[in-house]
């Protein structure tokens, strides 16, 4: 209720300063384009994306980036050469915390405000930041709230569910100048990081020339999760089959659901779990480390995309079309079961989707082994 309060507050003040919205703070420097992007999706989302950041640098080496995202992805923005501001759009508790939030933007002097999800809260800072171009996504069916901050932006870039997302980027950008966005998705772990992946896996005996598989239980929404028990008869086969060392991925809230993976496994000496022993700023050290990792369609198998790790991505409702791995990557979906979820569109639900149900252990199972051997990943044990 109160940060409803708080956003009902923003939304008044907005409309009241609407019409001095387009006084610039200062003049646009020639090459020098100073450009703010919102970007208020989840891990995935903020992974996809950091192939614009390079491309702006590139076309703009002197451009004024800043990157506004939710304090819970922010730490992937950590080391990266290509963005020169980070934003917590909620880092800041409080009404007071946003007008600090809105203050430290309007100091940059932004032209260009490019919103990439259908989100209010962008263009509705854009408006008391001072920002003169403010650019909003729109998709077929917008929130109330969003329909009715429309008034705030003097840009729309429809978005249709189920095309690719790094398309819809691109063109957002392209409203700047011209700018190639084919660009390779990547994180940058620091060396801290990376010697404490190094170090967790050195005190598990996991040396270099181990086949390690990395496993994340967890979906973020319950609707794409595959049951536990089935990674766990998963873990098992990597094993038998490979002689492999597992290493569950997840969050310290994903430990129980690890345990029930566990449980169901006969070779529990074989897997070791890294929840909560690393910060997201770090797990991507860790997922670099991997020889491939498998999950359903969710955040860290984004990340270890991103790293260079081959990825098994268990997608069931999760439509690619919008958004998949970039490198080498196995999707899986059910047969005759269409995907419904996709980007911008991806409700939550307290029921399994039937199309991450359908998918068995041993269809994944053998899709898996083809990839391996297309990709020569590991070696069969005799």
């Not at 566990?262 to 480390?289: C, I, K, N, P, Y």
Request: net charge positive; hydrophobic share 50%; with cysteine.
């Amino acid at each position: 209720m109160f940060e409803r309060l708080q956003l009902f507050i923003l939304t008044l003040l907005a409309y009241l300063l609407l019409p001095f919205s387009r006084v610039r703070s200062r003049p646009t420097a020639k090459g020098r384009p100073s450009i703010l992007i919102v970007q208020t999706g989840k891990i995935g989302d903020l992974v996809c994306t950091t192939p614009v950041f390079r491309a702006i640098k590139k076309t703009w080496p002197e451009a004024d980036l800043g990157v506004a995202v939710t304090s819970l992805v922010a730490p992937l923005l950590a080391g990266n050469p290509y963005v020169d501001v980070v934003f917590a759009l909620n880092g800041k508790p409080g009404l007071a915390g946003k007008f600090r939030l809105i203050r430290e933007i309007r100091r940059h002097g932004y032209h260009w405000v490019l919103v990439l999800t259908p989100a209010a809260i962008g263009v509705i800072i854009g408006v008391l930041a001072g920002i003169p171009n403010r650019a909003l996504t729109v998709i077929p069916q917008l929130s109330r709230h969003t329909r009715s901050a429309l008034i705030f932006a003097n840009r729309y870039v429809p978005y249709e569910l189920r095309a690719a997302g790094a398309e819809h980027y691109c063109r957002m950008v392209n409203l700047v100048g011209s700018v190639d966005c084919r660009e390779p998705r990547e994180l940058f772990p620091d060396a801290a990081a990376r010697a404490k992946a190094e170090q967790f896996l050195a005190a598990h005996g996991i040396g270099a020339d181990v086949f390690v598989v990395g496993i994340s239980v967890a979906a973020g929404k319950f609707n794409k999760e595959w049951p536990a028990e089935r990674f766990g008869a998963l873990a098992d086969r990597f094993i038998e089959q490979y002689g492999a060392r597992i290493v569950w991925v997840g969050s310290s809230g994903d430990a129980s659901t690890i345990a029930e993976a566990e449980a169901a496994m006969r070779r529990r000496d074989r897997a070791v779990s890294s929840a909560g022993a690393f910060t997201l700023a770090e797990l991507s050290a860790l997922l670099g480390r991997l020889k491939l990792f498998v999950s359903v369609d969710t955040g860290p198998l984004y990340m270890a995309d991103a790293m260079g790790v081959p990825v098994v991505d268990i997608a069931g409702p999760a439509d690619v079309r919008s958004q998949a791995p970039a490198g080498r990557a196995l999707v899986i979906q059910a047969d005759g079961i269409p995907p419904l979820l996709t980007l911008m569109a991806a409700p939550d639900s307290s029921e399994r989707d039937p199309a991450i149900i359908a998918i068995t252990v041993d269809q994944v199972w053998r899709e898996i082994e083809a990839f391996i051997s297309r990709e020569g990943l590991a070696s069969v044990l005799p």
